[in-house]
């Protein structure tokens, strides 16, 4: 078996989550994250679009954690993303952290928007 080192670009992969956290590169954030091209920070849910699509040039893909379970985004959310042309992917968190990763590793243009599990 032959065994790759992944390096990671600009963005940071998911360590790990929790009740109520997210553990991205190291560090523990409680609540909403959104993690990309530009890092990590605090966010404020399904209604804060601004910092989504200030991500348009930098991503082609937004992958959205709805949390524990799997739930449908606004639609005028999904429609102002896939205007500003950027591709959206909706998943429950855990599932969306582990395929962002898997993306990150390949280095894809991506990031990651999630609601706490």
């Known amino acids: 078996m032959r065994l790759n080192e992944i390096t990671f670009t600009d963005a940071t992969p998911i360590d790990g989550y929790g009740p109520g956290f997210f553990r991205i590169g190291g560090q523990v954030f409680h609540g909403a994250v959104l993690t990309g091209p530009g890092g990590t920070g605090s966010w404020s849910g399904l209604q804060d679009t601004a910092p989504l699509l200030d991500l348009a040039a930098q991503i082609d893909v937004l992958f959205i954690g709805t949390g524990a379970e799997l739930s449908q985004i606004p639609p005028e959310l999904r429609a102002a993303l896939e205007e500003a042309g950027i591709g959206v992917e909706i998943m429950n968190s855990p599932a969306a952290c582990r395929t962002y990763n ?10 990651l928007a999630l609601l706490p599990v």
Do not use: D, N
């Open 102 to 111: 898997v993306l990150l590793s390949e280095g894809r243009r991506i990031a």
